[in-house]
């Protein structure tokens, strides 16, 4: 018979631990075949045999008329105590309860010299049982004939499907708890599940598929993701806009969105106060949001894109974009205006949703008011080649000018008359 427990030597008379701690072990029990005896019998002989990682050979001991104790007080809790008199060591022993009951009514069935079937294991050939393998965490799908068929392991902390052809990410994907990477790009995936959205994942690539085609952008809205990304790629997929809910995911780091068709990115990007990494190059921007600026951006690419000076129709359409459905209250931005003036904590809960997205999202003027997005008498403007100070690697291309768009809150306001001097303006 064979038990899967932990075990603790120690020597009685030294009092040392032959283990320091309890180790994962195999321990043993069953007869010994040695050469017959004068009477031509096989003599049997009982033994104990105790495998561990370190000790995989095993030590034995003679169980009859060498055993010094069994303490049983505490079986039911799954321990027990073995003590042999040669060597003077004692197996501390911590089971499962009813294997341990089990094992040491086969001891004392051995002992009291009656032969059981539990008894009938060749100790000369008995080995540990084989541990669990370690639960795989990393797998990796280069073409669609790896796919497996059997479902993936729930322990799975980083999943890479590549070039695989799949048009949808599967639910059971979705539904990996443990996933924190997934790596899904160069394939045909139109549709996300919401479901990814409750998934914790710091890293997700998703670059050259097709999400652009339906712009479901459903899945980010789930508040753990959002909350857990640090890295997303985006880069072709044939994106005409920046996915509105992508501005609420404050821990993002990096953010590539390279070859895609993007005519503009939000003023609300501000919002992604991590962010340290934003590769847009190869799309059709026109300008960049001024907030830009409010950002502490490592590397900004904007290479390849075709920045350029206002048209009249681009305004009115930009506008008509920004622009929400409801104009709040006057109360409203009044009030977020005060509690951004006073930068006033905002932790959940404190203030209305409403008022949070105002104060982190709405477009600000250069004088630091915030704008409710372009109402009449803010003014939008588009500077040429403005001077972002606060990124430090700027990639574009020489022959372009870069645009950047400005809101100014006011025509009264100083800011529009410092505009004028400091930069070439460029009035609808
Ligand atoms: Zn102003």
Request: proline residues 6%.
């Given at each position: 018979?064979?038990?899967?427990?932990?075990?603790?030597?120690?020597?009685?008379?030294?009092?040392?631990n032959?283990?320091?701690?309890?180790?994962?072990?195999?321990?043993?029990?069953g007869?010994?075949?040695?050469?017959?005896?004068?009477?031509?019998?096989?003599?049997?002989?009982?033994?104990?045999?105790?495998?561990?990682?370190?000790?995989?050979?095993?030590?034995?001991?003679?169980?009859?008329?060498?055993?010094?104790?069994?303490?049983?007080?505490?079986?039911?809790?799954?321990?027990?105590?073995?003590?042999f008199?040669?060597?003077?060591?004692?197996l501390?022993?911590?089971?499962?309860?009813?294997?341990?009951?089990?094992?040491?009514?086969?001891?004392?069935?051995?002992?009291?010299?009656?032969?059981?079937?539990?008894?009938?294991?060749?100790?000369?050939?008995?080995?540990?049982?084989?541990?669990?393998?370690?639960?795989?965490?990393?797998?990796?799908?280069?073409?669609?004939?790896?796919?497996?068929?059997?479902?993936?392991?729930?322990?799975?902390?980083?999943?890479?499907?590549?070039?695989?052809?799949?048009?949808?990410?599967?639910?059971?994907?979705?539904?990996?708890?443990?996933?924190?990477?997934?790596?899904?790009?160069?394939?045909?995936?139109?549709?996300?599940?919401?479901?990814?959205g409750?998934?914790?994942?710091?890293?997700?690539?998703?670059?050259?598929?097709?999400?652009?085609?339906?712009?479901?952008?459903?899945?980010?809205?789930?508040?753990?993701?959002s909350?857990?990304?640090?890295?997303?790629?985006?880069?072709?997929?044939?994106?005409?806009?920046?996915p509105?809910?992508?501005?609420?995911?404050?821990?993002?780091?990096?953010?590539?969105?390279?070859?895609?068709?993007?005519?503009?990115?939000?003023?609300?990007?501000?919002?992604?106060?991590?962010?340290?990494?934003?590769?847009?190059?190869?799309?059709?921007?026109?300008?960049?949001?001024?907030?830009?600026?409010?950002?502490?951006?490592?590397?900004?690419?904007?290479?390849?894109n075709?920045?350029?000076?206002?048209?009249?129709?681009?305004?009115?359409?930009?506008?008509?974009?920004?622009?929400?459905?409801?104009?709040?209250?006057?109360?409203?931005?009044?009030?977020?205006?005060?509690?951004?003036?006073?930068?006033?904590?905002?932790?959940?809960?404190?203030?209305?949703?409403?008022?949070?997205?105002?104060?982190?999202?709405?477009?600000?003027?250069?004088?630091?008011?915030?704008?409710?997005?372009?109402?009449?008498?803010?003014?939008?403007?588009?500077?040429?080649?403005?001077?972002?100070?606060?990124?430090?690697?700027l990639?574009?291309?020489?022959?372009?000018?870069?645009?950047?768009?400005?809101?100014?809150?006011?025509?009264?306001?100083?800011?529009?008359?410092?505009?004028?001097?400091?930069?070439?303006?460029?009035?609808?």
């Amino acid at each position: 018979m064979k038990i899967l427990c932990e075990v603790q030597v120690v020597n009685r008379t030294t009092q040392a631990n032959r283990t320091p701690r309890p180790l994962k072990s195999t321990l043993a029990i069953g007869y010994k075949q040695s050469a017959r005896d004068a009477n031509g019998n096989t003599k049997k002989e009982l033994e104990m045999v105790l495998f561990s990682g370190q000790n995989k050979t095993g030590s034995r001991y003679k169980v009859r008329d060498n055993i010094h104790a069994v303490h049983t007080k505490f079986v039911l809790d799954g321990k027990a105590t073995i003590g042999f008199l040669q060597p003077p060591e004692n197996l501390l022993i911590k089971c499962d309860p009813i294997q341990l009951k089990g094992f040491l009514q086969t001891l004392k069935l051995g002992m009291d010299g009656k032969d059981a079937i539990n008894l009938r294991l060749n100790i000369a050939a008995a080995t540990a049982i084989p541990q669990k393998a370690q639960p795989q965490v990393r797998m990796v799908i280069s073409k669609r004939s790896e796919y497996p068929i059997k479902g993936f392991p729930r322990t799975l902390k980083s999943l890479t499907i590549n070039n695989s052809q799949l048009v949808k990410l599967s639910f059971e994907v979705c539904s990996l708890r443990n996933l924190t990477k997934l790596d899904v790009s160069g394939n045909k995936i139109t549709k996300i599940p919401p479901e990814l959205g409750r998934l914790a994942l710091t890293s997700l690539h998703l670059g050259s598929n097709c999400l652009g085609e339906l712009n479901d952008w459903c899945w980010l809205r789930g508040t753990k993701l959002s909350q857990s990304l640090g890295e997303l790629d985006l880069s072709s997929n044939g994106l005409t806009h920046f996915p509105p809910p992508l501005v609420k995911f404050e821990r993002l780091v990096s953010l590539n969105l390279n070859h895609n068709l993007l005519s503009r990115l939000p003023f609300a990007i501000r919002r992604l106060q991590a962010l340290r990494k934003l590769h847009v190059c190869s799309n059709k921007l026109e300008s960049l949001p001024a907030a830009i600026e409010d950002l502490h951006i490592d590397l900004l690419d904007v290479w390849g894109n075709c920045f350029k000076a206002f048209n009249a129709e681009a305004a009115q359409q930009l506008a008509q974009q920004t622009a929400a459905a409801n104009t709040p209250q006057p109360l409203w931005l009044k009030a977020a205006r005060s509690v951004a003036n006073y930068k006033l904590p905002l932790p959940a809960g404190s203030v209305p949703a409403v008022l949070i997205e105002l104060i982190c999202e709405a477009p600000k003027c250069l004088c630091g008011q915030l704008c409710y997005a372009l109402r009449k008498e803010d003014l939008l403007q588009r500077v040429v080649q403005p001077k972002f100070t606060n990124i430090k690697n700027l990639t574009y291309s020489r022959e372009h000018q870069i645009y950047a768009d400005v809101v100014i809150c006011g025509p009264g306001c100083s800011a529009s008359v410092q505009l004028k001097a400091l930069f070439s303006l460029m009035f609808p």
